[in-house]
């Protein structure tokens, strides 16, 4: 039998020799078969260009996937407050966690440019990966009246971070900023007071109204549980980054990385600094904006602040179920 099979063979094999020296046609070459991105499926040819367009639209799964970066999303977590507390130092600090992906500037999003929709300010977002926290930070949402409702109208779940500071020392810091870019406004003492004689504090003066926040944290408690607003200490975050991160990070639901190795006490600036920034190998600090001297201010002044705040701290306390050391 074995043979017999190899005579066909080579028979056969003659056979078809000889047709192909006869000039018989031979069977066409076929291209080989384009690579595809997709498997192959009924109508195909009109899928490609929705599949091109897939990969151009900056938020799709499929541009996720061939650009390697994530798509944009809505925050899940913001820094709502409070202005020149601290707010820019935890959002660099925060920056150096992998699972934290943040706006550097701030978007006044809920205050200021909230006409624009939520696609514009979802368009800000950096991009992230499964897993990942998007943030941002605006502080002056605080004391905005109508940011409550509009956060928990984009998503009642949202996780807010608030970074008090004794709020005498904030006014003061406040009013420091604005002397840098206007030396020419009247002094701390005579914006304090509607009238010094009668020592009546005026409240509608920004720098005083921002530190009153027992006012401003019952705005907030209408639309969110007191247990979805985590309020940092400027003074421990100045004192003990770590563990005031530690504290972030847990509310967060992240793991705890960010510990005392990457920091260092910068005494020229007389606040911590990052040892490596986010994307980079090399120390790095605040800028010229942030440490400034504060004035001189009349001691007298200042202990009558103390005392318009008392009452108030008193209450903020009472509702956040910390004591922030402010007396």
Known sequence: MLFLWLYMFYSCAGSCAGL????????????????????????????????????????????????????KRLPQAIII???????????????????????????HFFDRNYERGLAW?????????????????????????????????????????????DPVTRAISDYTQTLSKKPDIPTFESLTFKNR????????????????????????????????????????????????????????????????????FNKTKGFPCLKKAEGSSKPHCLGKTKGRTHPDIDQEVVQRLRDFYRPFNMKFYQMTGQDFGWD
């Open 121 to 165: 300010y979802r368009d800000l977002m950096p991009r992230t990966l499964e897993g990942q926290i998007t943030m941002e930070k605006t502080p002056s949402y605080f004391v905005t009246k109508e940011a409550p409702a509009r956060i928990s109208s984009m998503a009642k779940g949202t996780k807010l971070i608030v970074v008090v500071r």
């Open 20 to 71: 192909a020296a006869r000039g018989s046609p031979a069977p066409p070459r076929l291209a080989p078969p384009l690579p595809q991105l997709l498997p192959p499926a009924p109508g195909e040819a009109a899928e490609e260009s929705s599949l091109e367009e897939q990969r151009a639209a900056p938020d799709s799964p499929i541009s996720s996937f061939f650009n390697g970066s994530g798509i």
């Open 81 to 107: 407050g409070v202005k020149k507390g601290g707010t820019r130092a935890l959002l660099e600090f925060l920056r150096v966690h992998p699972d934290v992906r943040a706006v550097g500037a701030e978007p």
């Open 197 to 264: 004689t009668t020592g009546l504090i005026d409240t509608s003066w920004s720098a005083i109204q921002i530190g009153i926040y027992a006012k401003h944290l019952e705005n907030w408690l209408l639309y969110f549980p007191i247990g979805q607003i985590l309020f940092v200490s400027g003074e421990r975050l100045i004192s003990d980054p770590a563990g005031e991160l530690g504290r972030v990070q847990d509310f967060l639901g992240l793991k705890r990385i960010i510990t005392d190795k990457h920091f260092y």
